[in-house]
Protein backbone atom coordinates (compact mmCIF):
# COMPACT_ATOMS: atom_id res chain seq x y z
CA UNK A 1 0.00 0.00 0.00
CA UNK A 2 1.12 3.64 -0.56
CA UNK A 3 0.94 5.92 2.68
CA UNK A 4 -1.62 8.77 1.17
CA UNK A 5 -4.45 5.46 1.40
CA UNK A 6 -7.51 5.14 3.66
CA UNK A 7 -8.35 1.61 3.90
CA UNK A 8 -11.64 1.03 4.46
CA UNK A 9 -11.79 -2.68 4.55
CA UNK A 10 -9.24 -5.50 4.44
CA UNK A 11 -8.43 -6.39 1.00
CA UNK A 12 -8.68 -10.49 1.48
CA UNK A 13 -7.82 -11.29 -2.63
CA UNK A 14 -8.19 -15.02 -2.13
CA UNK A 15 -11.49 -15.47 -0.17
CA UNK A 16 -12.89 -12.89 -2.23
CA UNK A 17 -11.96 -14.97 -5.74
CA UNK A 18 -11.49 -18.44 -4.12
CA UNK A 19 -9.76 -19.33 -7.23
CA UNK A 20 -6.45 -20.19 -7.90
CA UNK A 21 -3.35 -18.40 -5.49
CA UNK A 22 -3.59 -14.95 -6.64
CA UNK A 23 -0.07 -14.19 -8.21
CA UNK A 24 -0.75 -10.23 -9.18
CA UNK A 25 -3.29 -7.83 -8.39
CA UNK A 26 -3.17 -4.02 -8.49
CA UNK A 27 -5.80 -1.23 -9.26
CA UNK A 28 -7.55 -0.17 -13.18
CA UNK A 29 -6.75 3.57 -12.40
CA UNK A 30 -9.68 6.34 -13.29
CA UNK A 31 -7.38 6.64 -16.06
CA UNK A 32 -7.47 3.64 -18.38
CA UNK A 33 -4.09 4.39 -19.89
CA UNK A 34 -2.67 3.27 -16.43
CA UNK A 35 -2.83 1.26 -13.47
CA UNK A 36 -3.17 3.29 -9.66
CA UNK A 37 0.06 1.88 -7.77
CA UNK A 38 -1.05 2.24 -4.72
CA UNK A 39 -2.08 -1.19 -4.46
CA UNK A 40 0.16 -3.47 -5.95
CA UNK A 41 0.87 -7.51 -4.87
CA UNK A 42 2.69 -9.92 -6.64
CA UNK A 43 3.99 -13.25 -6.56
CA UNK A 44 8.03 -13.07 -6.45
CA UNK A 45 9.61 -12.20 -10.20
CA UNK A 46 6.35 -12.11 -11.78
CA UNK A 47 6.29 -11.63 -15.87
CA UNK A 48 4.29 -8.66 -15.37
CA UNK A 49 7.01 -6.87 -13.21
CA UNK A 50 9.95 -7.55 -14.77
CA UNK A 51 8.68 -6.88 -18.40
CA UNK A 52 7.98 -3.15 -16.65
CA UNK A 53 10.93 -3.17 -15.01
CA UNK A 54 12.76 -3.58 -18.28
CA UNK A 55 10.52 -0.87 -20.30
CA UNK A 56 11.55 1.78 -17.39
CA UNK A 57 15.14 0.37 -17.81
CA UNK A 58 15.10 0.94 -21.64
CA UNK A 59 13.84 4.46 -21.50
CA UNK A 60 16.27 5.25 -19.01
CA UNK A 61 19.15 3.85 -21.04
CA UNK A 62 17.67 6.05 -24.24
CA UNK A 63 17.83 9.16 -21.91
CA UNK A 64 14.41 9.98 -21.99
CA UNK A 65 12.86 9.38 -18.29
CA UNK A 66 10.14 11.63 -19.41
CA UNK A 67 8.77 10.16 -22.22
CA UNK A 68 4.81 10.50 -22.81
CA UNK A 69 2.93 7.45 -22.44
CA UNK A 70 0.02 8.05 -24.46
CA UNK A 71 -1.58 11.13 -22.39
CA UNK A 72 0.52 10.64 -19.16
CA UNK A 73 4.06 11.18 -17.87
CA UNK A 74 3.59 8.81 -14.97
CA UNK A 75 6.29 5.99 -16.26
CA UNK A 76 5.41 3.40 -13.37
CA UNK A 77 1.87 3.15 -13.54
CA UNK A 78 1.80 3.40 -17.30
CA UNK A 79 4.56 1.30 -18.22
CA UNK A 80 3.08 -1.43 -15.65
CA UNK A 81 -0.58 -0.98 -17.67
CA UNK A 82 1.87 -1.73 -21.09
CA UNK A 83 3.41 -4.73 -19.62
CA UNK A 84 0.14 -6.23 -17.90
CA UNK A 85 -1.29 -6.07 -21.47
CA UNK A 86 1.27 -7.77 -23.17
CA UNK A 87 2.22 -10.75 -20.82
CA UNK A 88 0.09 -13.52 -22.46
CA UNK A 89 1.09 -16.37 -19.53
CA UNK A 90 -1.14 -14.54 -16.96
CA UNK A 91 -4.36 -16.89 -15.65
CA UNK A 92 -7.55 -15.95 -15.08
CA UNK A 93 -7.71 -16.71 -11.91
CA UNK A 94 -4.30 -15.88 -10.87
CA UNK A 95 -4.55 -12.44 -11.56
CA UNK A 96 -7.05 -9.77 -9.57
CA UNK A 97 -7.70 -6.02 -11.57
CA UNK A 98 -9.72 -3.79 -8.37
CA UNK A 99 -11.52 -0.65 -9.48
CA UNK A 100 -10.59 3.04 -8.86
CA UNK A 101 -13.96 5.68 -9.31
CA UNK A 102 -15.15 8.25 -8.30
CA UNK A 103 -16.98 8.10 -5.03
CA UNK A 104 -20.29 9.72 -6.78
CA UNK A 105 -20.00 7.85 -9.67
CA UNK A 106 -19.86 4.31 -7.38
CA UNK A 107 -22.53 5.83 -5.43
CA UNK A 108 -24.27 5.94 -8.75
CA UNK A 109 -23.49 2.42 -9.38
CA UNK A 110 -23.97 0.77 -5.81
CA UNK A 111 -26.71 3.53 -4.62
CA UNK A 112 -27.13 1.31 -1.16
CA UNK A 113 -23.62 1.83 -0.35
CA UNK A 114 -23.51 5.90 0.33
CA UNK A 115 -20.00 6.43 0.64
CA UNK A 116 -19.94 10.17 1.97
CA UNK A 117 -17.26 12.56 1.50
CA UNK A 118 -14.43 12.69 3.58
CA UNK A 119 -14.54 16.48 3.92
CA UNK A 120 -10.47 17.51 2.05
CA UNK A 121 -10.32 19.65 -0.14
CA UNK A 122 -8.62 18.77 -3.86
CA UNK A 123 -9.16 17.34 -6.81
CA UNK A 124 -8.63 13.45 -5.39
CA UNK A 125 -10.14 12.98 -1.92
CA UNK A 126 -13.03 11.22 -3.16
CA UNK A 127 -11.54 8.24 -5.42
CA UNK A 128 -12.38 4.92 -4.38
CA UNK A 129 -11.17 1.15 -4.85
CA UNK A 130 -13.30 -1.46 -5.00
CA UNK A 131 -13.55 -5.42 -6.60
CA UNK A 132 -16.32 -5.24 -9.12
CA UNK A 133 -15.04 -8.49 -10.86
CA UNK A 134 -17.64 -11.02 -10.87
CA UNK A 135 -15.99 -13.11 -7.91
CA UNK A 136 -16.76 -10.00 -5.38
CA UNK A 137 -20.08 -10.07 -4.10
CA UNK A 138 -20.62 -7.62 -1.99
CA UNK A 139 -18.72 -4.71 -4.62
CA UNK A 140 -17.87 -2.78 -1.50
CA UNK A 141 -15.29 0.09 -0.85
CA UNK A 142 -11.84 -1.11 0.06
CA UNK A 143 -9.55 1.65 0.02
CA UNK A 144 -10.15 5.74 -0.42
CA UNK A 145 -7.12 6.72 -3.25
CA UNK A 146 -5.65 9.53 -0.86
CA UNK A 147 -6.46 10.07 2.64
CA UNK A 148 -7.32 13.85 3.42
CA UNK A 149 -4.03 15.76 4.76
CA UNK A 150 -1.45 13.29 2.92
CA UNK A 151 -0.42 15.75 0.29
CA UNK A 152 -1.34 18.75 -2.79
CA UNK A 153 -4.40 16.04 -4.11
CA UNK A 154 -6.45 16.06 -0.75
CA UNK A 155 -5.64 18.61 1.67
CA UNK A 156 -6.73 19.23 5.17
CA UNK A 157 -9.71 21.98 4.90
Known amino acids: FDSDIKAVEPVDLESRHQADIVEFATVKGSDTSAFFQAFLASRPRHPVLEKSLQLMLSDYRQGIPQKMYGHSYLMGPTTLRLAYNSV ?52 RVLFFSRMVGAGELCKVP
Do not use: M, W
Not at 91 to 114: C, D, F, K, M, Q
Open 88 to 139: EELRPGARVLLTETYRILYNRIHPASRVQHQGGVGCCCDFVVYDDSRHSTTK
